[in-house]
């Protein structure tokens, strides 16, 4: 009677978190603007498609790509035949992407012989990073298919049916082509465990599709299509304690309580398994970890004193955790050289470790936002599973200890609804602003917002982002900016909507401000994730 009382807790909470993430994307679904700032271009790519045009020619001021793969721009085209090319369009295709992705880490579990109950916890306090990972698992992004395929290729690999998992690795490539790097445990494990044919038969599944895939789309753009995929972000700045300290204190504090529960874990393992001299610096080892993680703020005080030449004292500090970090990860690594892990559990660990190290790369990359730790994310959601499993199966208080650790971390996790989800106001300042484009009668440049215009009937242009990622010393298309220089400085448009009054490229020579769009407050029609831009100014030819 107990542990029935207990799995029924556990399923309701899982159940009010998946009805929470219902609630608040659903909410946001037929939210007719961008709930974050890039939706809009993701929208252009699917234009682009429905149109017959290139998704990789080269730059203009009326299209450049942004440097990912065109798998989930094809869907949302595919999507929009059916229905219309709107936001819900992309959307859904994000949202059923978001929850095969919980459907894989159940699989997952259940696989490890863990209850339904467990899966259902993991499951839950993946849902519970929504917030953490920026909200984009239900936008017009590429985040919800990859993190979808990716997942379940780990799954279907695991589970032994080798070409399935090849082939759907293959498909997370083309929706993002860094998923490629998942190849490489996935490849090695089945090496080690299941012998070299088994290895180079995922591998030939894997790689040959991903290859024809490359050589066509090579074949399609020119040539064009590596240049943005490879040589465009080979010139974007690489911000290395984003990969040391950030994203994995992201990540780690995210699910908190539960990483907190596995240092203790792993210090059980240690304790059973090591010397005595060992033991104690494995546990000194833990507790500095978990004092990183509970006070990093305060840390950061003493370490802005370090001085060093020419550089910050803030970016000082924060390598400064970088480092330490790292070190004290190595040194329990070799700590815990001592415990032995199963085939099944070494499995877990290498995937999970570079899905982890990879959002860490994503993140550290120039631009990285939260929602690059999505993989990473879900890895951990998975370890937290494994390690509930555990103290589930100990006698005494062990299920007690997981109920009141999914309920903290589950709170914790929680957001409010209405912080992400659009109001009234703002569908109606976007009304008013779509009307006001419409009495323009020539193009209208919008690079914070180029869906916009084409709502109005104005041709598309280029998206702000897409233009900072050519625009670097030494890229192969940095000289290419000259062409929306040339056509503001020749006044192809009839308006400039900017969001603030940064943005140049000619404007301020060609263009003046004449009017400035009004809203009710400072919150409507802003973005609810990423960068908070919304249309303020409207410029003319002078």
Sequence with gaps: MKDTLHHILIYLMAFAMLGLFLYTVGMRFFYPYD?????????????RVLHGQSLYPYPSEEFIPFIYPPLYYWALAAVAWCTELNYPAGRIISIIGALLSTGALIRALRVEQTSWAIACCGAAL?????????????????????????????????EGRIRLGALCLAMAFAAKHNAAIMGFPLALWLWRYKGWQVGLKFGLWSALPALLFVGVMQWSSQGLFLTYLLEVPAHHPFVLWRLTWLANYEIASALLIFSMLG????????????????????????????????????????????????????MVAKNALGFILISLVLFLFGIGRRIRLSENQMFWFVCGVT?????????????????????????????????????????????????????????????????????????????????????????VFSPHSPWYPVMAGHPPSAHLIAIWDIDHQGGPFQSSVQSIELAIEQQKFGAILLSNSKVDYGRKKFYRKRESIRYESKSVFVPKKGWKVRPRYLYFPK
């Design 355 to 443: 899905a982890w190290v990879f959002s860490g790369i994503m993140r550290a990359h120039h631009g990285g936002f939260s929602n690059v730790l999505l993989p990473g994310m879900w890895s951990h959601a998975l370890f937290c599973g494994l390690i509930a499993h555990v103290f589930w199966q100990k006698k005494g208080y062990g299920k007690t200890i997981v109920l009141c650790c999914l309920a903290g971390q589950l709170y914790l996790g929680s957001w409010t609804p209405s912080t992400l989800i659009p109001s009234q106001k703002d569908t109606a300042a976007g009304d008013r602003l779509i009307a006001r484009l419409k009495k323009i009668d020539r193009p």
């Design 263 to 314: 240092l203790l874990l792993f210090g059980m393992k240690i304790y059973q398994t090591n010397s005595s001299l060992e033991r104690v610096l494995g546990w000194l080892g833990l507790i500095m970890v978990a004092g990183l993680l509970l006070f990093s703020e305060s840390l950061k005080g003493p370490l802005h004193m370090i001085p060093i030449e020419g550089v910050k004292p803030s």
């Design 126 to 158: 993946f849902l519970s990073s929504y917030e953490d990972t920026g909200a984009f698992l239900d936008i017009v992004r590429a985040d919800g298919m990859l993190l979808a395929l990716m997942t379940w290729s780990m799954v279907w690999v695991r």
């Design 35 to 47: 709930l974050e700032w890039m939706e809009g271009g993701g929208l252009l790519h699917g234009y």
